[in-house]
């Protein structure tokens, strides 16, 4: 037994003009069936099938199987394709800039900081979902606090630097100022994203699981003389990040679109439907 796995956002067949089956985002699983093949390896297959992680999770990382996503299959076998007027209709895969759209090719866009292209190609900005820890406190001493969310092991490192972010507390969505890295002017042993948010006045988050997500770099990471020019720094970033996040929420405001992120999804560019 020989199969060939497709992801697909839509599939379907047709046979002598009417359709038989189709199913929307998941798996197109061609199937070539031989005389010896048994029930042992039908149960061997299926095992295999349904565990393969090759679904994206939130971060753009190639990490979910098909269970875990929720996906459809659609088994195809040669018996099918060989049918009178048998035809299979694949939607093709996504592409963006002439380049066809990848866990990888997000992944490496996220190292490199590109998050505008980031977004363009997840269909919504690249977030994550962290507690909220105590850091060193010295936020507070120079009047910018800010939230501190430590990354898990393995987690996609976006390119270490200041972001403007969005930060969504409590139904509210707030301008922020965010550093990844290791912050080189105080110190950290660990990397991790440390974030002020200028207009949040609510009080005490620790112990909080909040999202945040990275709208746009800023500038590199980098050491500052001392706390006064590390100050001076933050208070222009602040103006730059606040013109990003006010240009995303005149774009997609999650308060006035919840599903802004499949509308924006809708904007990348497709190839011309195949048939195969």
Not at 119 to 142: D, K, Q, S, Y
Request: charged share 25%.
């Amino acid at each position: 037994m020989r199969i060939v796995i497709q992801r697909v956002s839509h599939a379907s067949v047709t046979i002598e003009g009417h359709c038989k089956s189709s199913i929307g985002k998941g798996m197109l699983i061609l199937v070539g069936i031989e005389e010896s093949d048994g029930q042992e390896d039908i149960d061997w297959l299926c095992k295999k099938i349904v565990n393969l992680r090759i679904f994206d999770d939130e971060n753009g990382v190639m990490n979910k199987s098909i269970l875990e996503d929720g996906g459809e299959i659609l088994v195809i076998s040669q018996f099918t394709c060989e049918a009178h007027g048998g035809e299979m209709h694949v939607v093709p895969t996504v592409e963006y800039k002439g380049e066809r759209v990848s866990a990888t090719r997000i992944r490496k866009a996220i190292e490199n900081g590109e998050m505008e292209d980031v977004t363009a190609m997840l269909g919504r900005p690249f977030g994550f979902c962290f507690e909220v820890v105590h850091g060193n406190h010295i936020g507070h001493t120079i009047g910018t606090p800010t939230i501190n969310q430590n990354f898990p092991p393995r987690f996609v490192l976006p390119r270490f630097g200041v972001y403007a972010s969005a930060v969504y507390v409590d139904g509210k969505t707030y301008c922020g100022v965010t550093n990844v890295g290791v912050k080189p002017t105080v110190g950290s042993d660990h990397a991790l994203s440390e974030t002020w948010m200028p207009d949040f006045t609510g009080g005490d988050l620790y112990g909080r699981t909040l999202r945040l997500e990275l709208l746009s770099f800023v500038r590199d990471e980098k050491k500052f003389p001392d706390l006064d020019a590390l100050k001076a720094e933050i208070s222009l970033n602040e103006k730059t990040a606040r013109t990003l996040f006010e240009a995303f929420e005149k774009e997609a405001p999650a308060h006035a679109h919840p599903n802004r992120h499949e509308r924006m999804g809708k904007n990348l560019p497709r190839k011309n439907g195949t048939r195969v």
